[in-house]
T-cell receptor, first 114, second 114 residues
Framework: DAGVIQSPRHEVTEMGQEVTLRCKPI?????LFWYRQTMMRGLELLIYFNNNVPIDDSGMPEDRFSAKMPNASFSTLKIQPSEPRDSAVYFCASSSGGPYNEQFFGPGTRLTVL | GNSVTQMEGPVTLSEEAFLTINCTYT??????LFWYVQYPGEGLQLLLKATKADDKGSNKGFEATYRKETTSFHLEKGSVQVSDSAVYFCALSPPTSGTYKYIFGTGTRLKVLA
């Protein structure tokens, strides 16, 4: 049973470049979450979707960040243009209905912006 | 607002020592409470949870009891192993209907020495 899949696992890019992170949630899960983890700020929720619809994007740091979920099995998080302060580990997680249910995390994408 | 406070790390213990990682929360109503664990290079995974006051969550020898009177959810294990070395996150899921925004603590790094 495949878990949450993220790609790439590592990304190194230069400031100003566009970065796209990808996520495939667990089949049948109707919630998808994007988190960012840094030493300074810990784990932050950026945005989450329910049935492919963005519900809360209040954690998205600024307009340079955008997220889409065109279908139930795929989501992207895009940063354009990227900046060194965007360097972090980005996690995607999914869950199946209900506020008490477990969130399943992917392995993360480690982004380094030079 | 809702918040989670957990003890600062790192915590360093010898194998077979007793472990306590403190977690307190602030929330209106009755949130669900969780402990997640993150092993090196991996995403977070659920360790245990409790959904109402006086519930005890347990898994892999770890336990935590939902204490409403002290707004706490401390993680304990009677005898730690080297394989328990990881970062542990306390989290809450607010009780507001339709809100699936976990609030995570800052994480506590545990290192167990052989």
């Amino acid at each position: 049973d495949a878990g949450v899949i993220q790609s790439p696992r590592h990304e190194v890019t230069e400031m100003g470049q566009e970065v796209t992170l990808r996520c495939k949630p667990i089949s049948g899960h109707d919630y998808l979450f994007w988190y960012r983890q840094t030493m300074m700020r810990g784990l932050e929720l950026l945005i989450y979707f329910n049935n492919n619809v963005p519900i809360d994007d209040s954690g998205m740091p600024e307009d340079r960040f955008s997220a889409k979920m065109p279908n139930a099995s795929f989501s992207t998080l895009k940063i354009q243009p990227s900046e060194p302060r965007d360097s972090a580990v980005y996690f995607c997680a999914s869950s199946s209905g209900g506020p008490y249910n477990e969130q399943f995390f992917g392995p993360g994408t480690r982004l380094t912006v030079l | 607002g809702n918040s989670v406070t957990q003890m600062e790390g790192p915590v360093t213990l010898s194998e077979e020592a007793f472990l306590t990682i403190n977690c307190t929360y602030t929330a209106t109503g009755y949130p669900s409470l969780f402990w997640y664990v993150q092993y090196p290079g991996e995403g977070l995974q659920l360790l245990l949870k409790a959904t109402k006051a006086d519930d005890k969550g347990s898994n892999k020898g770890f336990e935590a009891t939902y204490r409403k009177e002290t707004t706490s959810f401390h993680l304990e294990k009677g005898s730690v192993q080297v394989s328990d070395s990881a970062v542990y996150f306390c989290a809450l899921s607010p009780p507001t209907s339709g809100t699936y925004k976990y609030i995570f603590g800052t994480g506590t790094r545990l290192k167990v020495l052989a």
